[in-house]
């Protein structure tokens, strides 16, 4: 499965081929860069065994890779916590292992898109170490730094939740050992959030994004693109349980109107260099027409579309959320881009599954009937790696196993109904199966920093290549029709007539059909079968669609 593949780094860069507005219906797969594939033995994912898999991608028809976090980070938040931002974390291998990946991924023709973290650094920044060392100093200026309230200064400066729970402010110790200012951190206390007013900080993210742009990659996802900028006086909320509004309603913290100049000088930036860099805003929007604002011409190129993410397995539901999505962008111009899952949330596998209610291989039949909507609608698809496996949740990781900061800032049996096993983020990032046996099926000779269920080596990518039944196998398929049918990707879509509860959609060329019901739906056929979900079976001039499949339709 793997490939010899040179490590001599050519003194010319090699750009992937010129292809003007590729993003706009690209393939993009989410490489959790930990969990991928570990080529040294240590148990955690590494750059050099990304490199050697990328074959694999190109292989099944991926237009992209974009790689989380890799910098150097003491890992409080799985490297969202970066200490500096222009080099490699040696858990993930070196700078000249991240050159080599993005000259590689060129020369198979998949684009690299890699993370930056702009709202908060590490705790361990040289910025905030030297803030820490002079209480009251300029480095300050740098972070959100304010003393307290109440006599004694021992209450936050105001109400702000963390995201990951507990308040959103931390106090500092000053060097002589008395109590002093407290500081901000929208995420884990060792994620002090950076303030966005200063011109250093400006400047410093410029001279970052020119670092990673030099070397090659073609764009940047950027983390809380919705955060940088928060509310003037930053004012209280007035309410608990902030966490539930994200992405419900503007906060004096996320979605502010501030953060659009800065998603417009970085666009200036990205067009400065050649060959259509792209910058793809993770952001938390109440509206898809807010959503829309960071997709703007003059604005980013693509923007994660989590109401669909969110979506419930419901016709209606779904057919409304598409619409509103494919609306508000079309305002702008932009094409939408597509996501089910990422290392944040469940497993669309376990997500759309009805409990006990559901039986047996209810959530991987939607997982793979909603794979093949999403690949079926106009515009860019996000894929998470182990999605194209149906790998589900994993909900009973033992809890001295898990890392995510949230699992330890949130009570278990909380109000917020997670219990502790499942709703937190290790689940969705145990290491990839690649093989039937062996050491860690194959991620790596040296066991997998999580530990992975027996039932995936059935899962694992050397089970499920040549299976024509596999969800491998099924996304292979509807990879290679996206390239050749011209007109899947960007492009018009209508509804045709279909019952409740079935989705019907045409596009140029083909008609794709979604039974959402638990039960068979008989339609007339619509055209020539060309990939299903499940089984399809027929009747006189009619199919029988299964329960929770989709199929598409040659026309
Ligand atoms: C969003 C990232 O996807 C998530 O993993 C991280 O914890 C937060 N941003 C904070 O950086």
């Not at 955060?227 to 979605?255: C, H, N, W, Y």
């Not at 050749?484 to 060329?509: C, F, I, Q, T, Y």
């Not at 638990?518 to 499940?534: D, K, N, T």
Request: hydrophobic content about 35%; proline content about 8%; some cysteine.
């Amino acid at each position: 499965m793997t490939q010899e593949l040179t490590t001599s780094l050519p003194t010319e860069p090699v750009r992937p081929s010129e292809s003007p507005g590729w993003w706009r219906d690209a393939v993009i797969y989410q490489v959790y860069v930990r969990s991928f594939a570990d080529s040294d033995g240590d148990g955690i994912g590494d750059l050099r065994g990304v490199r050697e898999r990328l074959p694999h991608l190109a292989g099944l028809g991926m237009d992209a890779v974009w790689l989380t976090p890799f910098y150097a980070s003491p890992q409080a938040d799985g490297g969202y916590d970066v200490a500096d931002y222009r080099t490699v974390d040696p858990l993930f291998g070196t700078l000249g292992d991240a050159d080599d990946l993005v000259r590689t991924a060129h020369e198979l023709g998949l684009r690299v898109i890699v993370d930056v973290v702009p709202n908060h650094s590490s705790d361990q920044h040289p910025w905030f170490r030297e803030a820490l060392a002079e209480p009251g100093g300029a480095a300050r200026t740098r972070y959100h730094f304010r003393r307290g309230r109440g006599a004694h200064g021992e209450l936050p400066p105001n109400d702000w939740e963390s995201v990951f729970g507990g308040p959103a402010w931390t106090r500092t110790t000053d060097p002589d050992g008395t109590l002093g200012e407290w500081y901000l951190h929208l995420f884990a206390p060792e994620q002090p959030d950076l303030n966005w007013d200063s011109p250093e900080v400006r400047a410093e993210f410029d001279s970052v994004l020119r670092f990673w742009l030099d070397l090659g990659v073609d764009g940047f996802r950027i983390d809380v693109a919705h955060g940088m900028v928060k509310a003037a006086g930053l004012p209280d909320i007035g309410r608990t349980e902030q966490a539930k509004l994200i992405g419900s309603q503007v906060l004096p913290f996320f979605d502010q109107d501030g953060v659009h100049e800065i998603h417009r000088s970085w666009r200036r930036l990205l067009d400065s260099y050649p060959g259509d860099r792209i910058g793809v805003a993770e952001a938390w929007a109440p509206t898809a027409e807010r959503l829309a604002l960071y997709v703007r011409p003059d604005e980013l190129h693509q923007a994660f579309n989590f109401q669909f993410l969110k979506c419930p397995w419901d016709a209606a539901a779904m057919r409304e959320v598409i619409d509103e999505s494919l609306a508000a962008t079309r305002s702008v111009g932009a094409p939408t881009t597509w996501v089910l899952s990422n290392h944040d949330v469940v497993r669309h596998t376990t997500r759309y599954a009805d409990g006990a209610d559901g039986g047996p291989g209810q959530g991987l039949a939607r997982a793979r009937a909603a794979a093949l909507l999403t690949l079926a609608l106009p515009g860019s698809s996000y894929l998470y790696q182990g999605e194209e496996l149906g790998l589900p949740e994993v909900t009973d990781l033992p809890d001295e196993a898990r890392q995510d900061p949230a699992f330890f800032r949130t009570s278990p049996d909380g109000e917020d109904g997670q219990n502790g096993q499942d709703g937190f983020r290790d689940g969705c990032r145990v290491p990839l199966p690649w093989t039937r046996s062996g050491e860690s099926y194959g991620f790596g000779p040296g066991g997998s920093w999580l530990p992975q269920p027996d039932a995936w080596s059935g899962l694992s990518v050397e089970a499920q290549t040549g299976d024509p039944g596999s969800t491998l196998e099924l996304y292979r398929g509807a990879l290679a029709l996206r390239r050749e049918l011209p007109g899947l990707g960007d492009g018009p879509m209508s509804w045709l007539e279909a019952p409740a509860g079935v989705l019907a959609l045409s596009r140029p060329g083909l008609v794709c059909t979604l039974n959402t019901l638990g039960e068979e739906v008989e339609l007339p056929v619509p055209g020539r079968a060309l990939l299903s979900s499940a089984p399809l079976s027929y009747g006189a001039g009619t199919v029988r669609i299964p329960p929770d499949s989709c199929a598409w339709w040659a026309i």
